[in-house]
């Protein structure tokens, strides 16, 4: 089945502690995303990447990194610099970033939920 | 930069009731709209897609619409079940095609 897997379901970081959220695409998807969900919140886009080897900051970076060395790939490691980083993360993919309506359909992973111990 | 509204936050119905879901955008300039539904705790599932040239998109029960002069989309659910209990997210894109996503509206079909 193709889809998004993202890993772990639930992750709880100690203060002062990097951790990374993994994302696993096998759409052939050339751009994928990192968004922030909090509660009663829309999404928030922390970082995109359209192709391998280049990623965009989104509109809530700061305190979050990325890389895209694998197209399938796309991790995002939250460092101890993001002060509240509880909140519920997903990763999504797409064909590409251009017209038409086949890529710019958005799919989804289950997300991850991080807590902060 | 773009805002996405959705009214209401809330809604709750009885079972078979056709409802309408509405959603807001300040900049006209919209490349296209989507429409997900969330289930609690889980990832989002893309409903309908409109592009800017069309004015609606249908899929068995759902009915989305677009209207870029008045700066709405509604999203129309025919005879609710539920089974449609869920949130509901909005989201508008502009010339880079990223999404900006509304705020959503938790939706309860009872029985």
């Known amino acids: 089945d193709g889809g998004i897997t993202q890993s772990p379901k639930y992750l709880f970081r100690k203060e002062g502690q990097n951790v990374t959220l993994s994302c696993e695409q096998n759409?052939?998807?050339?751009?994928m995303y990192w968004y922030r969900q909090d509660p009663g919140q829309g999404l928030r886009l922390i970082y995109y990447?359209?192709?391998?080897?280049?990623?965009q900051k989104g509109d809530i970076a700061e305190g979050y990194s990325v890389s895209r060395e694998k197209k399938e790939s796309f991790p995002l490691t939250v460092t101890s610099a993001q002060k509240n980083p509880t909140a519920f993360y997903l990763c999504?993919?797409?064909?590409?970033?251009?017209?038409?309506?086949?890529?710019?359909?958005?799919?989804f992973g289950a997300g991850t939920r991080l807590s902060v111990l | 930069k773009q805002e996405v509204t959705q009214i209401p936050a809330a809604l709750s119905v009885p079972e078979g009731e056709n409802l309408v879901l509405n959603c807001s955008f300040t900049?006209?300039?919209?490349?296209?709209l989507q429409w997900f539904r969330q289930d609690p705790g889980k990832g989002l599932t893309s409903l309908l897609l409109?592009?800017?040239?069309?004015r609606e998109q249908t899929s068995g029960r759902l009915n989305a619409s677009l209207d870029k002069s008045s700066g709405r989309s509604t999203l129309y659910i025919a005879a609710s079940q539920p089974g449609d209990s869920a949130t509901y997210l909005c989201?508008?894109?502009?010339?880079?095609?990223?999404?900006?996503f509304g705020r959503g509206t938790s939706l309860i079909v009872h029985p």
């Open positions: 999504a993919s797409s064909v590409g970033l251009a017209g038409g309506i086949a890529k710019n359909i958005q799919y």
């Open positions: 759409l052939n998807h050339d751009a």
């Open positions: 990447s359209q192709i391998v080897n280049d990623f």
């Open positions: 900049d006209s300039a919209i490349y296209n």
């Open positions: 409109i592009q800017s040239s069309q």
């Open positions: 989201a508008g894109s502009g010339g880079s095609y990223i999404p900006t």
